[in-house]
């Protein structure tokens, strides 16, 4: 899928992995519409970058159908790039009780459900398109985690969400292959994300020590690069790929 002259939705895209690849989508040529509930980020982002900003809850159709709508009025949208999730913490059996249920279906519902509310959508749009030489119409690419096979303490709700993500990537790449529309999964590991930005220097460090190689966090425009790299190879489909420095995940 070439990027230039194609409009890309990127959910999350304010900040992170999903700014990041906004980016990179601008760079390469492409329009980005930047997909997020952070409106003063997004909408100076969309500004900095050429491109649109669109608030966007991914667990509300009308809210992603207004992403996709804003996309195709921009010109031929080529794909799809789901950044947006959250990853609270919380024991089974904590101290405080059994896990909440509240918070276990709120996980589910941003980072698998709201995934998959993206998808139906853009792949709806995308399928209306002319082919190009080798029959594609768009891309999907996933973010899910290493969470997804190495669930840490505390992520029995994050670890189901990217889990099914990552069951799903290849059901919905056979859906769509007769749509010439393929579907990627990538599954990060320790990347220098907000959240992890967030926490003391001294934990950012332990944790890209553990990073097997390079012993570091990953970074942002590492993520896009890997985007960028599907994007353009019509090969890869219907796959999960860890980007991790190999690193598999303790307990804790």
């Known amino acids: 899928m070439e990027i230039g002259n194609h409009v890309f939705i990127i959910t999350g895209g304010a900040s992170g992995l999903g700014e990041a690849t906004a ?21 100076h982002l969309a500004r900095e970058l050429g ?46 009780g059994p896990h909440t249920l509240d918070l276990f279906e709120r996980v589910i519902a941003v980072n698998l459900t709201g995934t998959f509310n993206m ?4 792949a709806a749009a995308m399928a209306a398109n002319t082919p190009n030489a080798q029959g594609e ?24 969400s990217k889990g099914g993500i990552v069951a799903m990537t290849l059901a919905i790449a ?4 007769r749509d010439g529309i393929r579907c990627v999964t990538i ?3 320790i990347f220098e994300t907000p959240m992890l930005l967030g926490m003391p220097e001294e934990v950012q460090a332990a944790l890209g020590a553990a990073v097997p190689f ?16 599907i994007l353009a190879n019509a090969m890869l489909n219907g ?10 995940m303790p307990p804790k």
């Open 119 to 122: 998808i139906r959508l853009a």
């Open 214 to 229: 390079p012993p570091r966090a990953g970074k942002p425009a590492e993520y896009a690069q890997l985007v960028q790299s």
């Open 51 to 96: 491109g649109r900003f669109v608030t966007c809850d991914v667990t509300s159709a009308d809210d992603a159908q207004r992403a996709v709508d804003a996309a195709i009025s921009a010109g031929t949208l080529g794909g799809l790039i789901n950044c947006a999730g959250i990853a609270p913490a919380m024991r089974t059996v904590g101290k405080q």
């Open 239 to 248: 796959e999960t790929i860890r980007l991790d420095g190999a690193i598999r």
């Open 174 to 177: 056979r859906d769509l292959a």
């Open 137 to 160: 119409r768009g891309v999907i690419v996933n973010t899910a985690s290493v969470a997804a096979f190495d669930g840490q303490i505390g992520q029995a709700a994050y670890a189901a």
């Open 187 to 189: 599954a990060p590991g």
């Open 23 to 43: 980016r990179m989508i601008a760079a390469q040529g492409g329009l980005p519409v930047i997909a997020d509930l952070r409106q003063d980020a997004g909408r």
